[in-house]
């Protein structure tokens, strides 16, 4: 996990720079595994953020405001009783453990004053908030843990606390690096897992670094370094524990591209290994700006969970219905034949005698003059099996006709969730997200909750904005009732209609300020569309054009479906690079 003994260090060492005498004004518990405690200290107001959450625990100052439940939960009540009021003497760290102490000095209800300890465990599942007295007994703690749960190391009120069991690795601050180097002769496993497995409170992001800033494949095996690599490596864990030592953190979070919006890991060291990474003053900056934006991701990807699984059940049916009607229609496929045995039949039924099983008759429909064979009812007359051939084939005919209206019915309603479903992939926000949630829900494919408090928004958010490299504006859509805007209503009747040609995808415009648009706006324009499409990792995607005049929206049709005339079509790859470039 990102958060490792190292980060732990910087953390307590910020902590006590900025809370250590402090007052605890007030403590709060929004969910069942966080806690936040509001700081008075240095003439300033700050938040203590305490999680054991078991994806993301943390110790932080934060700036985030979060809603408190109507009922304070019986630990946070627990804490209100011996923490509030209390001066914070002191942030405790053991030996690069992820387990942080805060040493508070309270008075109880007679007066007396005593000191306790909120300790913090920062152990992925296995996290915890834990509030010892002077005894280093247990008062309490956010998750209890028995005999039941582990048969190791209980945590219970009343129970002695004792440490978690330690790990088999050396501390930083005893590490000799020859040594480690020396070590590593007779292993061969990759040097990121030796040194992840001989140093204490390192993070495999550290020890990536430290392969990294040594020149050395962190895959590569330990036993395998020459004495160049040897050198180099041992160079670069005495320079990192050095810094460790003398306290020279340097924040950072990483990034996944040059967007700088989708977080991938942080740490308090310099990390060079990577591209994308942004730097702050403080460890808890860090950690508010990287789990805030994992917590948006996460909520975003909660968000679209429901629609999703709404979009793909709702396809899934039509898929098996198209299989059903596809199946129909190959059975009366030879319904013209049923038309064909009535009227040989009928033309031939003075010479067929009746009680036959079958007749060999003339087709004289067919240009070589060829027999059929007709199986005949030996209980009917033949006129009779005329008639029941015709029947036969009034029933095909209709049903062709009925299943063929259903068919293209249902191909156009899985085109149109095929464009949902791709819309609603690229919604990066909350509001755009609830569009789409909308428009499925004024379609009749779900019922919006009233008790969500979510708002029926009666005008769509901004279509995204580009600028060509002639300077003209391009306008796409993001969903399609912000399509039909876009085109319908916003774009004047000569702008120009771009959309990619039968895959589900964005509607563009360029809006014509002048009378012709050259021809690499309109090959930008193609592009965007290209990218804003189903098709966007495809190459020489087709992009149909045409004016807005020539686009219309049929009566009844379903959000962002239109049709259009007198268009041309240009083929385009789309760049993601070149995107960027056009984005305001």
């Not at 403590?27 to 993301?56: G, M």
């Not at 740490?267 to 990474?277: F, K, L, T």
């Not at 249902?410 to 997200?433: F, G, M, Q, W």
Request: with cysteine; aromatic share 8%.
């Amino acid at each position: 996990m990102p958060f490792d003994g190292i980060a732990a260090k910087c953390v307590v060492d910020e902590l006590t720079k900025v809370l250590a005498g402090g007052r605890i004004e007030k403590v709060f518990q929004p969910e069942a595994d966080e806690i936040i405690i509001n700081v008075r200290a240095w003439n300033a107001n700050y938040k203590l953020l305490l999680s054991a959450s078991a994806n993301y625990p943390r110790v932080h100052v934060t700036d985030a405001v979060k809603e408190n439940p109507a009922a304070p939960p019986v630990f946070c009540m627990l804490l209100r009783k011996h923490l509030s009021g209390g001066k914070i003497l002191s942030f405790e760290f053991h030996d690069y453990e992820r387990i942080i102490g805060m040493e508070v000095e309270s008075a109880n209800e007679l007066g007396d004053v005593s000191v306790k300890k909120l300790i913090i465990e920062v152990m992925g599942r296995h996290s915890n908030i834990i509030l010892v007295n002077s005894e280093k007994k247990i008062i309490d703690a956010i998750k209890h843990v028995d005999s039941d749960i582990s048969r190791v190391r209980e945590v219970m009120p009343a129970r002695p606390y004792i440490l978690p069991p330690g790990q088999n690795k050396t501390s930083p601050d005893f590490l000799v690096p020859d040594e480690l180097v020396s070590n590593s002769l007779s292993v061969q496993l990759p040097l990121e897992k030796y040194l992840l497995s001989s140093i204490k409170g390192f993070s495999p992001l550290l020890c990536r670094e430290i392969c990294h800033r040594a020149g050395i494949d962190s895959n590569m095996p330990a036993a395998a370094l020459d004495n160049s690599q040897k050198s180099s490596l041992g160079q670069a864990v005495a320079d990192t524990v050095k810094e460790i030592s003398e306290c020279r953190f340097r924040p950072c979070i990483i990034f996944e591209d040059e967007s700088m919006e989708k977080p991938l890991d942080f740490h308090c060291m310099e990390i060079r290994q990577y591209r994308y990474v942004k730097s702050m003053e403080s460890m808890s900056k860090i950690l508010d700006n990287f789990y805030a934006a994992r917590d948006r991701s996460e909520r975003l990807k909660q968000k679209k969970s429901d629609v999703l699984k709404v979009v793909n059940n709702v396809m899934d049916r039509c898929n098996k219905k198209l299989a059903i009607q596809q199946e129909t229609m190959r059975e009366v496929a030879d319904r013209e034949m049923l038309k064909l045995y009535g009227e040989l039949i009928t033309a031939n039924i003075y010479c067929i005698p009746a009680s036959t099983k079958s007749v060999s008759l003339l087709n004289y429909y067919s240009e070589d003059s060829k027999y059929i064979d007709i199986s005949m009812d030996e209980n009917l007359l033949p006129q009779e099996n005329a008639q029941k051939y015709f029947k036969k084939y009034t029933k095909a005919k209709s049903t062709w006709m009925y299943t063929g209206r259903q068919l293209e019915e249902t191909r156009k309603e899985l085109d149109y969730l095929e464009s949902v479903l791709h819309l609603l992939e690229n919604c990066i926000t909350p509001a755009e997200t609830d569009e789409v949630r909308q428009e499925l829900a004024d379609q009749g494919y779900m019922v919006l909750k009233k008790k969500t408090g979510f708002k029926k928004q009666t005008k769509p958010s901004e279509p995204l904005g580009y600028k060509s490299s002639d300077g003209l504006d391009i306008l796409v859509g993001k969903n399609n009732k912000q399509n039909d805007y876009l085109t319908l209503k916003l774009a004047s009747s000569n702008d120009i209609w771009f959309h990619t040609k039968n895959i589900p995808g964005s509607h563009v415009i360029i809006r014509k300020l002048q009378h012709d648009i050259p021809e690499s706006t309109l090959k930008e324009a193609a592009m965007l569309a290209a990218w804003h499409s189903k098709g966007k990792m495809s190459s020489n995607v087709a992009v149909d054009f045409t004016t807005v005049k020539n686009v219309k929206k049929p009566s009844g049709a379903k959000p962002g479906m239109v049709i259009y005339e007198n268009y041309r079509t240009i083929t385009v790859t789309p760049d993601e690079e070149a995107v960027k470039k056009l984005q305001k």
